[in-house]
T-cell receptor
Framework: AQRVTQPEKLLSVFKGAPVELKCNYS??????LFWYVQYSRQRLQLLLR??SRESIKGFTADLNKGETSFHLKKPFAQEEDSAMYYC??????????????FGKGTLLTVNP | NAGVMQNPRHLVRRRGQEARLRCSPM?????VYWYRQLPEEGLKFMVY????????ESGMPKERFSAEFPKEGPSILRIQQVVRGDSAAYFC?????????????FGPGTRLTVT
């Protein structure tokens, strides 16, 4: 079974501080991993995906297969980064169907 | 493009009533996905539909829940004889091409409360 774990329900940092949102996964094959973000009063939207290896809004995430992690990082947090962040894994479930599985989310608060 | 639309945004039903949740995908998208988010939980896949076809309903509860995506009109998620445990946020997403690995565009969600 595939599983996505975000161990921190809440994360609070000060503006300008580095931030790391943790994501660990359990999956037997080669996963595709995503980070989604939901800003206050807005809908869920894709932030980045590991296959594109891009940096969006200063955020990066590296897939570490050895540690089965896909942590989201930003060197200098901004107040506008305050949002709910969800890690998601796309993989084969039950041998026949591909699914997008979400973690429970981490609420990031960036304080001035 | 107005994005994925869902209505109503909030729905209150008494136990035993029916709930109908609507989702209009983005223009040009013919693939729709429904997710449920229970309190304190992540989003959980329910069903994947294309126009007039259910592609994958493996995440749907076996009873009381059904979904459709007709040729014309929005996708409908229907919950019959609602119970308190159905209280959750229901999100719809759409994509222009098949498969869940492509970017999905999410609606604002419908928050269902069963009293």
């Amino acid at each position: 079974a595939q599983r996505v774990t975000q161990p921190e329900k809440l994360l609070s940092v000060f503006k300008g501080a580095p931030v790391e949102l943790k994501c660990n996964y359990s999956y037997s094959g080669s996963p595709e991993l995503f980070w989604y973000v939901q800003y206050s009063r807005q809908r869920l939207q894709l932030l980045l995906r590991h296959i594109s290896r891009e940096s969006i809004k200063g955020f990066t995430a590296d897939l570490n297969k050895g540690e089965t992690s896909f942590h989201l990082k930003k060197p200098f947090a901004q107040e506008e980064d305050s949002a709910m962040y969800y890690c998601a894994l796309y993989g084969l479930v039950g041998g026949s169907n591909y699914k997008l599985t979400f973690g429970k989310g981490t609420l990031l608060t960036v304080n001035p | 493009n107005a994005g994925v639309m869902q209505n109503p945004r909030h729905l209150v039903r008494r136990r035993g009533q029916e709930a109908r949740l609507r989702c209009s995908p983005m223009k040009g998208h013919s693939h729709v996905y429904w997710y449920r988010q229970l309190p304190e939980e992540g989003l959980k896949f329910m069903v994947y539909l294309q126009k007039e076809n259910i592609i994958d309903e493996s995440g749907m509860p076996k009873e009381r829940f059904s979904a459709e995506f007709p040729k014309e009109g929005p996708s409908i998620l229907r919950i019959q004889q609602v119970v308190r445990g159905d209280s959750a946020a229901y999100f719809c997403a759409s994509s222009p091409v098949p498969g869940q690995a492509v970017q999905q565009y999410f609606g604002p969600g419908t928050r269902l409360t069963v009293t």
